[in-house]
């Protein structure tokens, strides 16, 4: 196979005529496979399954009954085990339900009507409000500041993170009251923020005094070769920076344990905390503490979490590795794509020929494979280049994920010829 740019016109053509038949033949099988969201597989999820077992040691945890009211912030020893996994404080930890994106939504919901501690004002009552996306990122980021009708910004992401000079540019104007970050193993790309970007980040001057980071730590535990990535603790270097109150840090066990039942957390300055815990107060008496418990019992500390975290990389690495054997067999030789290999997290980010990626996507469902739609990964929709397409391997078995790289390559190849050919 060679460089598809290089090929005469008649190489072309041939090369066509042969990937659109077994586009053909792949059509006809009536395959129903599945690509989107990254969801634990079954035997992921069942590896936390002797979790509910602990239950049966008692209803006890520090001193008081978890079946009871109470506890707001979270279970201390709970809020202790998320400070070990950040790195971070005890007391900059607070503990929410099974989902960290609703502590993210609640954050900029609270923003709108009261502002943060800060805030010159409510959000809601600023003429506009912008927020920087590094991109490609994560839609649903995206969608909880679009929903707030906030002016998206997008910030090209590099090996290192996001875009430093546009961010430091951008950060200037009063009316940006902050960024998303996903630092680790990021969404879709699998990039690690270095350290220096960590730190400028931290340090940069910002036109509004509420800039809010929001530190989105979805990966941290979450390595499928290799050592686990470090990351800097941005509540420090915020600290030490001079702006203690600029970040909002997340995390949840909902790739650890139970997607469905796990427990998020939010660290964030003490200050910050006790700002955030007096209007938190209103809406909820606390959060499950059952489940906190349950997790406290069976993760135990930093080591029994990364221990278990190993049995999930077990599951996830052959899978990452097939995605990549796949695309550097049969894309790598036509120069058509590009791609990051990821060591951890839950995607793959694929690059295609500019122009191709809704063509790749619509090819893909003809042929019965189901990809998050081209476009997802940035604002609006709207990838300027049509060329990002977000793989997530997990939840397929192995036996249908091969199948479904079989039909993504044929698809990735069919849109280049396609465009090459002006078909």
Sequence with gaps: MS???????AELNAEYEKVLAQAESLKGEGLNLNLTRGKPEKSQLDLSNPMIATLNEGWMCDGMDVRNYGCLEG???CRKLFAELLGCKPEEVIIGGNASLNLMYDLIAKAYTHGLKNSPRPWSQEPVVKWLCPVPGYDRHFNVTLSFGMELINIPMTDEGPDMDLVEKYAADPAVKGMWCVPKYSNPDGIVYSEATC?????????????????????????????????????????EAGNPDRVYEFASTSKVTFAGAGVSCMAASVENLKYILSLMTFQTIGYNKVDQLMHVRFLKDRAGTLAHMEKHAAIMAPKFRAVIDALNSEIAPTGTAHWFEPKGGYFVSLFVMPGTAKRTYALCKEMGVALTAAGATYPHGIDPDDSNLRIAPSFAPMDELVKALEVLCVAVKLSALEKLLGK
């Design 3 to 9: 460089c598809y740019k290089s090929m005469t016109p």
């Design 75 to 77: 279970l201390p020893s």
């Design 199 to 239: 730190r400028r980040i931290a340090a940069m001057k910002t036109g509004a005094p509420d800039f809010t980071l929001m530190w989105d730590n979805a990966y941290g535990f979450h390595a499928f070769e290799g050592p686990l990535a470090d990351l800097p603790d941005m509540l420090a270097l915020c600290r």
